[in-house]
């Protein structure tokens, strides 16, 4: 299964009619056809010394971190089940790579930076969910490498996904109307030549590879999320970007699919090929037989108006 990087914006995303909200909405029927047995979610709003695991018996809390925002949202709930058996196999690959201190956390439930996206992906909550934190006093090599240690989660049907943000400046954010500055267009787009390109050595070392880096990231937790989905993904792997909108002028929801490139025996044996990626088909199709099925024809764009609330958006979490 390949491994996705998603930018989850703010809790109003689920009560504002953005671009951003529609292509999650959108997420089973053009991103992801297929049901994972679980999901494992790197959030951006779990911080810990150490990388830790939350285990679940039961039904997953919703946290809602984040205040003064409107009442509504402290009253949804996403009751998923927790993946406790899942925790411990993220826990045993990390320490088989090495990560001899993981830490087991059986009281946490889900953050908004699982929770909000995972309402508007899988609204059903029918599938078990964990937790890895990330470490913002490491690097992203650092977290590029627990990615890698993840690798066999994705041939065990679980969905890896980093949740966090393509810009993350709360200072400089703005009104929806105000144009995005220079800054965070040029980081946005550096990110995604990069990844389509397969620079994992320049993301890895985006503090110095990328333009305007320490602004459009002052601080690198909210990064982290897509160094271990795309260490998950392996060296060779590349990404798509399956969406881009702005919000609140510099806050990028760019989201990206990454991919693994497999021989071509591979290729013929799978039970649904149109299933993949349509560069993954391109590249398969040039020396595997019998030809592929067609593929769909993507749904029609959302033409879902920005719609903001002006600068004072409550206490800013994204």
């Known amino acids: 299964m390949d ?23 959108s997420w089973k029927s053009k991103h992801l056809q297929v049901t994972p047995k679980a999901i494992l ?3 951006a709003h779990w911080e810990t010394t150490e990388p830790a695991v939350n285990i679940i018996n039961g039904v997953n809390d919703t946290i809602y971190d984040f205040y003064n925002f409107p009442k509504h949202l402290y009253e949804l709930k996403y009751p998923a089940p927790g993946a406790p058996k899942l925790a411990m196999r993220v826990k045993e690959l990390l320490q088989d790579a090495g990560y001899n201190s993981v830490e087991e956390d059986k009281s946490r439930g889900l953050d908004h930076g699982a929770w909000v996206p995972l309402i508007l992906m899988y609204p059903e909550a029918n599938i078990p969910v964990c937790q890895l934190s990330v470490q913002s006093d490491r690097d992203g090599t650092y977290h590029y490498n627990i990615g890698k240690a993840l690798a066999p989660l994705r041939d065990e049907d679980v969905l890896i996904f980093g949740s966090g943000s393509a810009t993350h400046n709360l200072r400089l954010l703005d009104h929806e109307d105000v144009a995005t500055p220079s800054w965070a267009v040029e980081f946005d787009n550096w990110l995604t030549e990069s990844l389509l390109n397969g620079r994992h050595e320049d993301v890895k070392n985006y503090e110095v590879k990328a333009p305007s880096a320490k602004t459009a990231h002052p601080e690198p937790e909210h ?12 060296e060779k792997a590349k990404a798509v970007q399956i969406h881009q909108s702005w919000g609140a002028s510099s806050l990028s929801y760019s989201s990206y699919r990454v991919y693994v490139i497999f021989c071509m025996q591979n290729f013929v044996n799978l039970p649904n090929p ?4 349509p560069e993954t088909r391109d590249f398969a199709q040039d020396s595997a037989r019998p030809p592929f099925p ?16 002006g600068r004072h958006l409550g206490h800013l979490h994204y």
């Open 294 to 309: 067609p593929l769909l024809p993507p749904a029609p764009p959302h033409s879902g108006e920005l719609l903001g609330s």
């Open 223 to 234: 990064f982290y999320p897509l160094h271990v989905a795309l260490g998950a993904a392996g």
């Open 41 to 43: 979610v790197i959030s």
């Open 274 to 277: 149109t299933l993949l990626t």
């Open 3 to 25: 491994t996705f990087f998603i930018s989850h914006g703010s809790p109003r995303l689920l009560i504002t009619d953005k671009p951003a909200r529609h292509f999650l909405e």
